[in-house]
């Protein structure tokens, strides 16, 4: 049969309509996939931004860059969890980077570790009380440095300079540790009055 006869759909097969009806819908699917594709390169973007930026705002408080990274990445996945390997491809590093900053945000408990059900791979998360539990785990960090630098002072004597301005920073700590417990406290209160929690 002729190429002719076949494109007029007068082959008996099929009619032209038939074939325009399933051109259309192809046409519609690959629309469709090119669409939510283009959404999804636009809300990975929209992420990307926000972590560079917030992470850019963590490095200027004295934050490590890297993990200042993960942990924004972290903070903005639906789940609030992620594996090493995601972690990896959305901020395009290797896997050593991101093993070091999840060790130095578990040591200082902004992120757990877990173990995937079923699996040795690990998965971290970021939970959404984790500034309420970094402040008050500082709480032990703060009575151990006030014990050393009353050591300090001690040994300096209070009437030095260098006694003067350790015995400064020893109250100031203690000023912080007495006002940090007030203060978690009322940050509990405003979290379930405003947030139901």
């Not at 173990?115 to 709480?139: A, F, M």
Request: cysteine-free; glycine content about 8%.
């Amino acid at each position: 049969m002729s190429e002719r006869r076949r494109e007029d759909g007068r082959d008996g097969s099929r009619d032209g309509s038939a074939r325009d009806r399933d051109n259309d819908r192809d046409n519609a699917r690959d629309n469709a996939r090119d669409n939510a594709r283009d959404n999804d390169d636009e809300a990975a973007a929209a992420v990307s931004q926000f972590v560079e930026r917030f992470a850019a705002q963590l490095v200027e408080a004295g934050m490590t860059r890297m993990p200042a990274r993960v942990f924004a990445a972290l903070l903005s996945s639906e789940q609030g969890v992620m594996s090493s390997a995601e972690l990896g491809e959305q901020l395009k590093v290797s896997p050593a980077a991101v093993s070091g900053a999840i060790r130095y945000l578990a040591q200082v408990n902004m992120v757990i570790r877990e173990r995937e059900p079923g699996s040795r791979r690990e998965r971290y998360r970021v939970q959404g009380n984790q500034w309420y539990e970094t402040l008050t785990n500082r709480d032990s960090m703060l009575r151990r440095w006030q014990a050393t630098l009353r050591e300090g002072v001690d040994h300096f004597g209070p009437d030095t300079p260098q006694g003067r301005r350790i015995s400064e920073t020893m109250e100031f700590f203690q000023f912080l540790e007495e006002e940090l417990g007030s203060l978690m406290e009322r940050w509990t209160k405003h979290k379930a009055e405003q947030l139901g929690g």
